[in-house]
């Protein structure tokens, strides 16, 4: 998409991509990335930036997790762990989409990716950075394991593609459409296939033997769940009332998954921060929060103990019947 089109007040958004030989090549410090710590979407982002060691290439800004005022985010260096606009020292993120086109007319959202030669914005779409993003400065990285490491791996890229769809449809924007809507009908419409794929899920991980969703290659499928599912019990239980069961209680398998990889895999952990995913949705949604009261828990965040050896591991599930019936049809 060009400035052309942009300049008429784009709501579709950029969808361009950092490669060799196009219009955003690979350079160091040439592009920033815009992010909230919070958000499921551009987690996926910043898990490909610290597992391929990104962290000195691709420079981050990190927006506040509340309060979010009628502009969207906000810049506010004085909460842990956020930090400034280190590019232009906005004071909210719809002053970045405005930069590039004055008459935006889409959502102000993060993730966001900025190249600072063309002064313009390159993508906002997580799904498609998440795509490009994992090769697109491999020119630029030292390091030969961490350059060639591939979530997109030739010989399980048919049972990805099988997967992503009711995977990122069912479970990773399965959450939003139980936790947003406004009645009984459409909260019980929208969480019980939410169960039914969780039960998918636990029993495809148990068959694969771990330690990844498709064995021993941490591929996209764990990019796309790990935001979701670190979020499940910490957050959407109680927030999106998606408490027909709880990872750390009813998905052993799917629980020692999300073990291993806080608690052993590089980027996992140190791309995670707690207090900015609670006090996001607790502190941002007044119609279904109101008094923004944070739970405690639960506690730990995320359980220790991981069990390496998956034959031990039995699978779990919810056996609601509903969610039964949902998952005869899956």
């Known amino acids: 998409m060009t400035n052309e089109i942009h300049k008429y007040g784009t709501d579709d958004g950029w969808h361009g991509a950092v490669k060799e030989g196009g219009e955003f090549p690979p350079e160091k410090n040439r592009y920033h990335l815009y992010i909230g710590l919070f958000c499921p979407f551009a987690h996926r982002a910043n898990l490909v930036r610290h597992i391929k060691h990104l962290t000195s ?50 959502k102000y959202s ?20 998440l795509k490009w993003l994992p090769h697109a400065f491999d020119s630029l990285i030292e390091e030969e394991k961490i350059k060639h490491f591939d979530f997109y791996p030739e010989d399980l890229r048919t049972k990805i593609d099988e ?23 459409a909260y019980e419409k929208n969480v019980v296939p939410l169960f039914a794929a969780l039960n998918k899920l636990e029993e495809l991980l148990h068959k694969n033997g771990g330690p990844y969703m498709l064995g021993d290659k941490l591929t996209e499928l764990d990019l796309l769940a790990y935001p979701t599912i670190v979020r ?34 590089e980027g996992f952990r140190d791309s995670t921060d707690f207090l900015h995913i609670k006090e996001n949705y607790t502190k941002s949604h007044s119609d279904i929060n109101p008094h923004a009261i944070t739970p405690l828990g639960p506690y730990p965040d995320v359980e220790e103990g991981y069990e390496s050896d998956w034959s031990k591991l039995k699978p779990g599930k919810v056996a609601h019947p509903r969610v039964l019936e949902a998952m005869s049809n899956l």
């Open 57 to 106: 290439i691709l420079p981050v800004s990190i927006v506040c997790p509340y309060p979010k005022g009628e502009p969207g985010w906000r810049f506010d260096e004085t909460y842990p762990n956020a930090t400034p606009d280190h590019l232009f020292n906005s004071r909210f993120m719809h002053q970045l989409y405005f930069r590039d086109d004055p008459a935006y007319k889409g």
């Open 110 to 129: 993060v993730p966001l990716l900025w190249d600072k030669k063309t002064n313009r914005i390159v993508n906002n779409e997580s799904a498609e950075i």
């Open 163 to 185: 997967i992503t769809p009711w995977l990122t449809s069912l479970i990773c924007s399965g959450v939003y459409k139980a936790g947003f809507v406004a009645t009984q009908e």
């Open 232 to 265: 499940f019990d910490t957050v959407y239980v109680q927030h999106f009332k998606t408490n027909l069961g709880m990872i750390r209680h009813d998905y052993p398998v799917l629980n020692n998954w999300l073990k291993n990889l806080y608690w052993n895999v």
